[in-house]
């Protein structure tokens, strides 16, 4: 069996007076993907980033490798490092080249030489078949070569965990597919551990070994994937999965 690499426990979130997430529960083991899928609004971005300390959650335990979390800044400055996040926004620094954007982590956070981060940065470019572009600022870049370079930018850092928050949403449909397959590679290649928010529903079904179907910062379901897709537990989640179909 997996060793399990993340585990959130009676999860709660709330802004001022209204509650978002209502004692969220899930674990996640290495090599595994997680989809969490539901309709817009029902606490899936702000669940995943819960995660990495980009929102900050009200209740609950978080563990990360064994590890009960305590969540200060300088806790979450280490675990950003393990735990990759890639937007659907991108937010690359634009004054930056693609080099420079890929590179500050490395140098900065983890203290490695310009040589090594250059390394690293070459290497990842190639493989996502950006190689031709690193003195390329982000604005002469198309939206699905800036989603790359971001996806490489938080693979630079090696980190243990990645997580993806609707990637493809800000994407032309022709530049969805290459985003994809970079994923679909991290799972099938390097048996990356990923927690993916996404509306492709093929894609999801696809790649992921379980879901978390969320409404109203409710989990409703934790499902296998083949499960899901086939045979949802609740009346909610078939509504939801007819309603993608178009």
Partial sequence: MAKEILRVEKLNKFYAKQQ????????IAQGEVLALLGPSGSGKSTLIRCLNGLEEFSTGDLFFDGQKMVPTEKNWQQIRQKIGMVFQSYDLFSNLTVLEN????????QKKSRSQAVQIATRLLKRVGLADYLQTYPRQLSGGQKQRIAIVRALALHPEVMLFDE??????????RGVLEIIKELSEKDNMTMIIVTHEMNFAEQIADRVLFLEDGHILENTPSKQFFVNSQTERAREFLESMKF
Wanted: proline share 8%.
């Fill in 167 to 176: 990637v493809t949403a800000s994407l032309d449909p022709e530049m969805v």
């Fill in 102 to 109: 890929i590179v500050l982590g490395p140098i900065k956070v």
């Fill in 20 to 27: 978002i997430l209502y004692d969220v529960d899930f674990s």
